[in-house]
């Protein structure tokens, strides 16, 4: 068919839905130590934990001999 011409219909995409987004926020004291507890230095190098930083769970400031927010630094 000489000089037909194709009419179609254009279609509009598919809306996107929005993405989702989720905030997780964790708050952790240093004082706190989340649910480890190491009752020593000792505890804590046995079980391979040592140093902790503060923030991390087990971190408890008797265990920070010089309070520069990293318990447990030297395992004997």
């Not at 009419?7 to 964790?26: D, E, F, K, R």
């Not at 004082?31 to 902790?52: E, L, M, Q, R």
């Not at 408890?60 to 004997?76: F, K, M, N, Q, S």
């Amino acid at each position: 068919m000489a000089g037909a011409i194709a009419v179609g219909i254009a279609l509009a995409p598919p809306a996107l839905a929005a993405p989702s987004t989720t905030t997780t926020t964790t708050t952790t004291s240093p004082t706190a130590g989340g649910s480890v507890y190491y009752p020593n230095c000792k505890a804590a190098c046995a079980a391979g934990a040592a140093p902790i930083y503060a923030g991390q769970p087990g971190y408890r400031a008797p265990l920070d001999r010089d309070g520069d927010g990293i318990a447990c630094e030297v395992c004997h």
